[in-house]
């Protein structure tokens, strides 16, 4: 654990003495006096709907600044921070802390009503895409989220969990439909509100000639930079900020909103001589005490104004303060830190939000301290730690609805803009007479074979990385065959690398690479390593009706020794009119979902499609049959279904299918040609990253594929399983996958032989 002291004093001092070598224009984040907050005294009623299962006596209203009980009748008036901006006020448990209901401060009016549609409301705040709105246009915001027809559907889901535990109703694990519907509503009225125009992403900052020795670097970023500036003749090193977008010509609508600004500009005293200037945004967050440190700088700079720009889209208000302080109230694990860089690496915003905003939760006295100052406040920890859980819950549903990677401010530049670059300049009399740039090296691999087992040797080969001034045999590489923030190789011209992995599971490689003057970058890509072999000893077959009028999945389940039951070795036969309450237990359950099912069903699992991906994600076995559009006529695009790890599904009907890899167990012995009519009704595109692809169609797409979601493992086909196991149709190896999948699940013993037996005992059918 790294910890960052309290000593207040010495980082004051020490920036003073930073400040007074640069410009002030180019080191100023903010104030230097204390920074606080004025309050406002507002009052209010809560009302609680008929049915919930607490009462006013039972619950508290919560601001950032205090914290106060309600009367008998539900009224109480409270002091909260001075806002510019709607701002949410919570009602929470006396018992255990959790928020219960949601109340909405508008600056204009003093007086809050709050009940369970304001709480449906707030839940939409917690939306990053609002960053840089404005109140009229988070009014506009919020009235259209009540147009949406999902906003009944969360209203009602919401009343059923004040019913049936009003403590738990906003707890994720207890009800995650409502976030799913509050990430849905979120994105659809995002959409509504306006078309958004393609829009370029910015380029790195650059710099400029300007009068006198001074030069000007130009910042068309929304996150910070930070410049280590070196004398190449003198060795006088500085190190200065590089403001960031942050003055707003207009805020576009859309899914996400577009917001046009101003670059900024920084000017800086540099000089005669010969310079290298590196420019950095961070994301080392092991150095968040490194203030001197050009990459130290970067990352306490962003990471501040990260936590400013969350905190203002729920309390309104971000109070001036001096960003470099924030390493004096903020500490992060080793392990928090890989996170946070595992989710730059891997360019996915949603997840690099879940997790930031879990350190914030963790800090959430430290934070309150930073901000409140002297002024802090006894209700203010509390207030935080529970805006940042909710905050954490509806970035983890947007991710696993797969909104992870869309282009939005700051957020978007802290995963995806460039992460450095080094400007060489030579200036005489106040003139530059020499400018190169150099950007670090764009790195590359691909992995031999793609997917594999415990014993596989695999080979990482680099040889696709670039570099704009350097040829590869110039460049140097070091390995993490974990992501776990510690470098497994040393640095080596080398670019290929071979590793074998004693224990199955999902691993997520990363590579970074050198070039001759120090820059580097970094890519990360998954592997397979056994899947999700063994990971369920107990089945939950969902359907409505037969698939392709067969009973053929319970047929293979009890040739393979399941009864039906509850337990180990057993299965059971769920309805769709179960997919929102039935219990799924990781580590136990083996979940499938049928083929060929009606559209009813479909409408039925999209509405609960997060239970099902976050089984997953917590751990669980789902085995999709994305098989529809069949003879029962149902059709998952029709009900808007997104599978886990959003891949696209594409209807392409086909005769034959292929094996990509013998030496995988699933296929194992298969031919690497099978056909069947059909072989397959789709195939998929968009794979996660580290998909096993175990079968294709005729135009190489994939049609069976396994891939991992956090701690679990998906298989999805596009095959129609059960007809190719009851109707025999020429040679019979493709209906050896479906009893192949669920011992590969189970761990159930499987041979041909016994299949076979079954098929002469069974009688089925040719067609």
């Not at 650059?206 to 070196?230: H, L």
């Not at 030579?426 to 590359?444: H, K, L, R, V, Y």
């Not at 359907?543 to 999945?553: G, Q, Y």
Request: glycine share 6%; proline share 4%; with cysteine.
């Amino acid at each position: 654990m790294k910890k960052y002291p309290k000593l207040a004093a010495i980082a004051m001092l020490l920036a003073l003495l930073i400040f007074t070598t640069c410009s002030e224009d180019s080191s100023s984040t903010g104030p230097s006096t204390e920074p606080s907050m004025e309050t406002v005294t507002i009052s209010g009623s809560l009302n609680i709907p008929d049915g919930s299962t607490v009462q006013t006596d039972d619950l508290e209203v919560t601001t950032f600044a205090a914290s106060e009980n309600l009367d008998g009748d539900g009224n109480f008036e409270i002091e909260t921070p001075e806002a510019e901006k709607n701002q949410v006020v919570l009602f929470m448990s006396k018992n255990n802390n959790n928020p219960v209901y949601l109340g909405i401060y508008d600056p204009l009016v003093k007086n809050i009503t709050a009940n369970d549609t304001t709480t449906a409301l707030a839940l939409t705040l917690f939306n990053p895409y609002l960053i840089y709105s404005d109140q009229a246009q988070r009014t506009e915001y919020l009235d259209a989220v009540q147009t949406n027809s999902k906003f009944e559907d969360l209203l009602i889901e919401l009343n059923a969990a004040y019913i049936d535990d009003a403590e738990t109703a906003l707890d994720y694990e207890t009800n995650p439909i409502i976030y799913q519907l509050v990430a849905e509503l979120t994105q659809e009225t995002l959409e509504s509100l306006g078309a958004r125009d393609d829009k370029p992403i910015g380029d790195l900052p650059y710099i400029e000639d300007a009068e006198g020795d001074d030069i000007t670097f130009i910042s068309p970023r929304f996150v910070w930079y930070a410049a280590g500036i070196n004398n190449l003749r003198t060795k006088y090193n500085d190190v200065v900020n590089i403001n960031r977008q942050e003055t707003v010509i207009s805020f576009n609508w859309g899914f996400p909103p577009y917001v046009e600004t101003e670059p900024a500009q920084t000017n800086y005293d540099l000089g005669d001589g010969s310079f290298e200037i590196f420019l950095t945004k961070g994301g080392d967050f092991n150095k968040l005490d490194e203030w001197n440190d050009p990459v130290g700088r970067a990352t306490i700079l962003n990471t501040a104004q990260a936590i400013l720009y969350l905190s203002e889209v729920i309390i309104g208000n971000m109070p001036e303060i001096d960003l470099s302080t924030i390493q004096d109230y903020f500490e992060i694990s080793d392990e928090m830190a890989a996170q946070l860089e595992l989710a730059i690496n891997q360019g996915n915003t949603q997840k690099f939000i879940m997790h930031f905003c879990t350190i914030l939760e963790e800090n959430s006295d430290q934070i309150s301290n930073w901000i409140w100052q002297d002024n802090q406040f006894a209700a203010a920890q509390h207030y935080f730690a529970a805006v940042s859980n909710i905050f954490e819950r509806v970035s983890f549903v947007f991710q696993l609805l797969g909104y992870g990677n869309e282009q939005g401010p700051f957020f978007f530049d802290m995963v995806f803009a460039p992460q450095n670059v080094i400007y060489n300049i030579t200036q005489e009399d106040g003139t530059i007479i020499n400018s190169e740039f150099n950007n670090a090296p764009m790195a590359e691999f691909n992995i031999t074979p793609p997917a594999g087992i415990i014993g596989t040797e695999f080979t990482f080969d680099a040889s696709e990385t670039s570099d704009d001034n350097d040829l590869i045999d110039d460049l140097i590489f070091r390995w993490d065959w974990q992501s776990d923030g510690t470098w497994d190789t040393n640095w080596s011209n080398d670019y290929m690398a071979t590793h074998t992995y004693d224990e199955s599971g999902s691993y997520s490689i990363a590579l970074e690479v050198k070039d001759t003057e120090g820059l580097s970058s970094t890519v990360v890509h998954g592997l397979n390593v056994g899947g999700g072999a063994g990971t369920a000893n107990h089945v939950k077959l969902f359907r409505d009706n037969l698939p392709w009028s067969t009973n053929a999945m319970i047929d293979m389940l009890e040739s393979l020794g399941f009864t039906e039951g509850l337990g180990e070795n057993t299965y059971e036969i769920i309805s769709s009119s179960e997919f929102a309450t039935v219990p799924l237990i990781p580590g136990e359950d083996l979940i499938i979902i049928s083929n060929d099912q009606a559209q009813s069903f479909y409408n039925n699992y999209a509405a609960s499609q997060t239970r099902f991906t976050n089984f997953v994600y917590m751990g669980g076995s789902l085995f999709w049959e994305a098989c529809d559009e069949g003879w029962a006529g149902g059709s998952m695009a029709d009900a808007g279904i997104i599978l886990p790890g959003n891949i696209d599904i594409n209807l392409n009907y086909d005769y034959w299918n292929y094996v990509t890899d013998q030496n995988l167990p699933l296929v194992s012995g298969l031919p690497d040609a099978m056909d069947h009519n059909y072989a397959s009704h789709e195939n998929f595109s968009n794979l996660p990253d580290g998909t096993t692809v175990y079968c294709v169609d005729s135009q190489d797409e994939a049609t069976l594929i396994e891939f991992n979601l956090g701690g679990g493992w998906i298989l999805i086909t596009g095959q129609p399983l059960e007809h190719q196991y009851d109707y025999v149709y020429g040679e019979d190896e493709m209906s050896e996958l479906l009893p192949r999948i669920a011992s590969y699940f189970t761990g159930k013993d499987y041979s041909k032989n016994l299949l076979n037996q079954t098929i002469k005992e069974s009688g089925r059918n040719s067609h």
